[in-house]
């Protein structure tokens, strides 16, 4: 049974990075054969995608967070993580990784997702 | 990006009811959609993929169908653990885009 688990910092000031990352377990990641995905909820809202990486380190991202968002592997630890920089209030969101298929298809495992403040 | 326009947002039906959710896509996805339930403080979980596919472990009360840009999730049956949010997700062209989701509440 694959299992995912995110964890970083659940406060980030106004302009900074915010880092988090997704360990997996029960699956290795270089394995190959599926993407890992991050996917982010703002409070009350609807589901975003962020972006994706293969272990190759072949990525893919929401055109609208490009510019500030970077998603690496690191197959050594079978995790994944992503930052994105110069945050606002706007980034504040309940964060989640996921695995996804050969890329673009849907996500059959999810973390349980981690709430991320942008907050002074 | 596609656009993914679900019907109704908010939903109130009793244990028992047959319940009918609607995804519209803004344009051709072949069958490149999922759905997924979420209940509150919890992730998504899948629940059909290819449109019409259930994700293993999933009742089969759940089905969904689609037709042109059209997609349906149908819960046949009502279940007091049905009660969540449904979304539905394209899964055809970056950048993947969710629906709105529809809330499902207990009448």
């Known amino acids: 049974q694959v299992q995912l688990q995110e964890s970083g910092p659940g406060l980030v000031k106004p302009s900074q990075t915010l880092s988090l990352t997704c360990t997996v377990s029960?699956?290795?990641?270089?394995?190959?054969?599926?993407?890992w995905t991050w996917i982010r909820q703002h409070p009350g809202k609807g589901l975003e995608w962020i972006g994706n990486i293969y272990y190759t380190g072949g990525t893919n991202y929401n055109p609208s967070l490009k510019s500030r968002i970077s998603i690496s592997v690191d197959t050594s630890k079978n995790q994944f993580s992503l930052k994105l920089t110069s945050v606002t209030a706007a980034d504040t969101a309940v964060y989640y990784c996921?695995?996804?298929?050969?890329?673009?298809?849907?996500?059959?495992?999810w973390g349980q997702g981690t709430l991320v403040t942008v907050s002074s | 990006d596609i656009q993914l326009t679900q019907s109704p947002s908010f939903l109130s039906a009793s244990v028992g009811d047959r319940v009918t959710i609607t995804c519209r896509a803004s344009q051709g996805i072949v069958s490149y959609l999922a759905w997924y339930q979420q209940k509150p403080g919890k992730a998504p979980e899948l629940l059909i993929y290819a449109a019409s596919t259930l994700e293993s472990g999933v009742p089969s009360r759940f089905s969904g169908s689609a037709s042109g840009t059209e997609f349906t999730l149908t819960i046949s049956s009502l279940q007091p653990e049905d009660f969540a949010t449904y979304y539905c997700?394209?899964?055809?062209?970056?950048?993947?885009?969710f629906g709105g989701g529809t809330k499902i509440e207990i009448k």
């Open positions: 029960g699956g290795s990641i270089s394995g190959g054969g599926y993407y």
């Open positions: 996921a695995r996804e298929g050969a890329s673009p298809t849907q996500f059959d495992y």
């Open positions: 997700q394209q899964i055809h062209t970056f950048p993947l885009t």
